[in-house]
Antibody, heavy 119, light 111 residues
Framework: EVQLVESGGGLVQPGGSLRLSCAASGFTFSSYWMHWVRQAPGKGLVWVSR????????TYADSVKGRFTISRDNAKNTLYLQMNSLRAEDTAVYYC????????????WGQGTLVTVSS | QSVLTQPPSVSGAPGQRVTISCTGSTSNIGANYDVHWYQQLPGTAPKLLIY???NRPSGVPDRFSGSKSGTSASLAITGLQAEDEADYYCQSYDSRLSGVVFGGGTKLTVL
């Protein structure tokens, strides 16, 4: 069974940092591109970042470029999102999602982890 | 303001047919990038509903269908049921932004 389990969320002050993790199981992690998608409270889905199978290619939404870094450890079957210089508007539930092998759609999602940026 | 535009809400009575539109531009849907649709029930993660414009993953009822034309796409739901009440999102790729984009989401209410 495919499982994605996010962790690392919490309360952080503006300007602070946080690293999210997404533990993958039930599939060959190294064979799939992965995404981070976020959802502010009561708002819609917003794509954050995408990484290729071996971690050599990454893309970011303009809103997080230069502040967030996506990475992966295929030996540990884990996806990461390093978030620096956090702002109040980064407050959201962060989902990791697996991209299907053909197309950019995500067929499996984690349950999400809440990041709250507040003083 | 999302790159893909969806109506904030739609509604219909049980058994009726509703459609949800997703309007893009020449750098995303109009550039021949596929459109995908997700259903998000309250308090849960999104679920892939339609991929590649008009394909249903295994387990998705054939009451759900997708279409695409020009710079727009649509999700149609026939035989509306109470459990269809959820938020629906379209997704595509944007060449100008070099990234994935979502619509703002549409809340479906079953009357």
């Amino acid at each position: 069974e495919v499982q994605l389990v996010e962790s690392g969320g919490g309360l952080v002050q503006p300007g602070g940092s946080l690293r999210l993790s997404c533990a993958a199981s039930g599939f060959t992690f190294s064979s799939y591109w992965m995404h981070w998608v976020r959802q502010a409270p009561g708002k819609g889905l917003v794509w954050v970042s995408r990484i290729n199978r071996d971690g050599t290619s990454t893309t970011y939404a303009d809103s997080v470029k230069g502040r967030f870094t996506i990475s992966r450890d295929n030996a540990k079957n884990t996806l990461y999102l390093q978030m620096n210089s956090l702002r109040a508007e980064d407050t959201a539930v962060y989902y990791c999602a697996r991209e299907e092998k053909i197309g950019i759609q995500s067929d499996y999602w984690g349950q999400g982890t809440l990041v709250t940026v507040s003083s | 303001q999302s790159v893909l535009t969806q109506p904030p809400s739609v509604s219909g009575a049980p058994g009726q047919r509703v459609t949800i539109s997703c309007t893009g531009s020449t750098s995303n849907i109009g550039a021949n990038y596929d459109v995908h649709w997700y259903q998000q029930l309250p308090g849960t993660a999104p679920k892939l509903l339609i991929y590649g414009n008009n394909n249903r993953p295994s387990g998705v009822p054939d009451r759900f269908s997708g279409s695409k034309s020009g710079t727009s796409a649509s999700l149609a739901i026939t035989g509306l049921q109470a459990e269809d009440e959820a938020d629906y999102y379209c997704q595509s790729y944007d060449s100008r932004l070099s990234g994935v984009v979502f619509g703002g989401g549409t809340k479906l209410t079953v009357l």
